[in-house]
């Protein structure tokens, strides 16, 4: 019988969420700074703005009442004194302040000789020796403090096997870069740590861009020996047909991207690529003539989409291309969806079964071990964001029967910055739609207080009376479907007040799928004149009519998510605009990283310079989500930055899996662990 693990506490908890789970990990994990806590200096001394350590005795402990209750503690050590002031404090601080106490106190000064103060400042007792090294602090998460990061990461350098793994002798070992970085003298320059030039920094940076180039190589390695079907572009077929029929003409930026994707399909490895493009700038019709191309080599293509809404819209708009050309030959395309009824999924599994369905669209049903394909050659996955690898492996393993692997197109709408692109997607190829079709009137974004909602609620009336369509979106309140439900419910039925005679709907996630599809269909038809919605609409939908989002308590939303979510209007000819309602709750203002995200969604509609920004404020971990985060991605190197000691891991990376395999698999475990499969999805 297995031992019963034992139970994992918060902290640690904590700690696997960052990723740090091996003593390798831990000892990997380095300071994002450094504190100087080896050093004593006298009040009297300290500026004002310095950050400080001082030790002195509490000669006053007072709580000051109302209605921010403060902890206010005067401190002196003998060349001055100094007022310590906590807004948030519990029993054991006061007990630890109590007059009479000596203690270090670590924090920035304010103010001079009229009463010199620190604002919640460090502070313990005054024993023991101080450090002889810098404090390091390191990047963390809620539920794990310092202290306890600090004693694992300890730990784990003890613990963790720092054998050399690089073919030839450095400078500085592994272990001496870490135990340097994590432990620096006091009279190491701060500045060259903290940007990173010093030799440990370096030794550490190249050991990573080499695990990354060895993974990526790996990769590349293992997927050129699998293989896919050609597909060569023949003519006269469903794809000419198509081109032939379009209500419009492909952008300049289509054309390339299709060019791209034509050209994969006709080689016998197996296409991975990935196709970005801002919202709205047609990347569906980019996906019907791939699967074009696919459907006239005699092979059957599915496209995969995450939501049953979207899913449902990309098979309306492709039964309406694509149904009559397939139809002439004999073939057409499958449905398979949650909401659908047992015998009509058979029906459907029976198609796809026989190859008569050329096409297959659908959510994750599309992926279930009952779905047979007679012959699979390409994979569409929309959004692929928000799909998980096991997802796209399985979609991968749907032409196994015959020995190979189906061709993949992964379509996003949030573009990732290319450096990311290149350390993150590992071996993925990148098309990229950088044009908007003509005709789209750019949207104007403005930025309003919620006390100001009346204004807003008359501006959609004015829309309304145009003949145009509104969506309204509520957020995400707390992770909870039922709350977001209560919320969007309430302003719903605001709205059905205050706009009689215009059909109101509501759309959240609760809904069943037909439901759902009742009140798209209506507000699709123009029938409906406001939707209000929690983020289902989020991903994908398409109303031209619709010319003005109001974007309920936006400072809730990310950056990325309000961008998607603008790019529902817009997409017709009519002026369109996005109303960003923020509130502020009890607080006198934003915080600083939701004001930064509302004034880039105001500044700029570009996708790429909303991406960049929405990296600047976030940081590559968060920006890519958990899901992706980690793996790749670069922590310490910058490709850009570190361009040289890229171009040794380059150069070096293959001469060490050929020369050296052991070594580099030792080397790309140490760094990436268990991640690097996750490197072949
Ligand atoms: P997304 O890239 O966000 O998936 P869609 O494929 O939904 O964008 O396209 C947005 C809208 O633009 C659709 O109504 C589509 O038919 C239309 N469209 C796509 N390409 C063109 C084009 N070259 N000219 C005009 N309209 C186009
Ligand atoms: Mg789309």
Redesign the pocket.
């Known amino acids: 019988m297995p031992a019963e693990r034992p139970r994992e506490s918060p902290a640690q908890r904590a700690l696997h969420k960052l990723g740090l789970r091996r003593p390798i990990d831990l000892a990997l994990h380095l300071p994002l700074r450094y504190e100087d806590e080896t050093r004593i200096v006298p009040l009297a001394d300290a500026h004002d703005g310095e950050v400080v350590q001082i030790a002195a005795t509490v000669v006053g402990s007072e709580i000051r009442p109302g209605p921010r209750r403060q902890l206010l503690v005067t401190v002196d050590d003998g060349t001055d004194r100094c007022l310590l002031r906590f807004f948030s404090f519990y029993p054991s601080h006061q007990k630890a302040l109590a007059p009479g106490a000596r203690i270090r106190v670590r924090g920035e000064v304010r103010g001079g000789f009229a009463g010199r103060q620190m604002l919640h400042p460090q502070f313990r007792p005054d024993t023991g020796e101080l450090p002889t090294a810098l404090t390091p602090v390191y990047p963390t998460t809620a539920g794990l403090p310092q202290s306890y990061l600090r004693k694992a990461v300890l730990a784990g350098l003890a613990r963790a096997d720092l054998s050399e793994t690089l073919p030839t002798p450095q400078a500085w070992s592994l272990r001496a870069a870490l135990d340097f970085l994590h432990h620096p003298a006091p009279e190491v320059s701060l500045a060259a740590l903290e940007d990173r030039s010093h030799p440990a920094w370096q030794r550490l940076k190249a050991e990573e861009l080499l695990a990354q180039q060895l993974s990526q190589l790996t990769a590349k390695r293992e997927r050129d020996k699998l293989r896919a079907p050609r597909l060569p572009a023949t003519a006269g077929g469903v794809r000419d047909g198509l081109l032939a029929t379009l209500p419009?003409?492909?952008?300049g930026a289509?054309q390339r991207v299709v060019g791209e994707i034509a050209a994969d399909l006709a080689l016998h490895q197996p296409m991975h690529r990935l196709l970005q493009?801002d919202?709205?700038?047609?990347?569906?019709?980019v996906a019907a003539l791939a699967a074009a191309v696919c459907m006239d080599a005699g092979w059957q293509c599915a496209l995969m989409a995450p939501t049953e809404i979207l899913a449902e819209q990309h098979f309306r708009k492709l039964a309406d291309w694509l149904e009559p050309l397939l139809a002439a030959r004999g073939r057409g395309i499958a449905w398979l969806g949650g909401g659908q009824k047992k015998k009509d999924r058979e029906a459907q599994l029976a198609r796809i079964a026989s190859g008569e369905a050329a096409l297959v669209v659908g959510t994750h049903a599309v992926i279930q071990d009952k779905v047979q394909f007679q012959c699979l050659a390409l994979a569409v996955i929309d959004e692929q964001h928000r799909f998980g690898v096991a997802q796209r492996l399985a979609l991968r393993a749907k032409l196994a029967h015959a020995g190979q692997e189906p061709h993949m197109l992964m379509m996003s709408?949030t573009p990732i910055p290319r450096t990311l692109a290149m350390s993150y997607y590992a071996d993925l190829d990148v098309s990229t739609i950088d044009e908007l079709?003509?005709g789209r009137t750019p949207v104007v974004t403005r930025v309003v207080h919620e006390g100001r909602r009346d204004e807003v609620v008359a501006r959609i009336g004015e829309q309304l009376r145009e003949g145009r369509q509104v969506y309204w979106v509520c957020p995400l309140i707390e992770e909870s479907e039922a709350v977001d439900l209560v919320n969007a419910t309430a302003t719903h039925a605001e709205l059905s007040d205050a706009l009689p005679g215009v059909l109101v709907g509501l759309l959240h996630a609760r809904m069943a799928p037909a439901e759902k599809k009742a009140v798209m269909a209506l507000f699709t038809e123009g029938l409906m004149g406001v939707l209000v919605s929690t983020t289902v609409i989020e991903v994908?939908v398409?109303v031209?009519n619709a010319s003005l989002m109001v974007i309920e308590h936006a400072e809730r939303f990310g950056l990325s998510q309000l961008h998607q979510l603008r790019?529902r209007v817009g997409?017709g000819a009519a002026a369109s605009a996005c109303v960003l309602l923020y509130s502020t709750g009890d607080a006198p203002r934003l915080g600083e990283t939701a004001r930064a995200r509302l004034k880039a969604m105001a500044e700029t509609t570009d996708g790429f310079e909303i991406a960049r920004r929405d990296l600047e404020i976030r940081g590559p971990g968060e920006f890519l989500g958990e899901r992706q985060s980690g793996a790749a991605l670069l922590r310490f190197a910058d490709l850009e930055e570190d361009a040289g000691l890229l171009a040794w891991a380059r150069e070096l990376a293959p001469r060490m899996l050929d020369d050296n395999p052991l070594l580099a698999e030792r080397h790309v475990q140490r760094w990436l662990g268990g991640k690097a499969e996750f490197l072949k999805a």
Request: proline share 14%; aromatic share 4%.
């Open positions: 419009f003409a492909l952008t289509q493009g919202v709205g700038s047609g990347k569906t019709v709408a079709p003509p994908g398409d031209p790019g997409r």
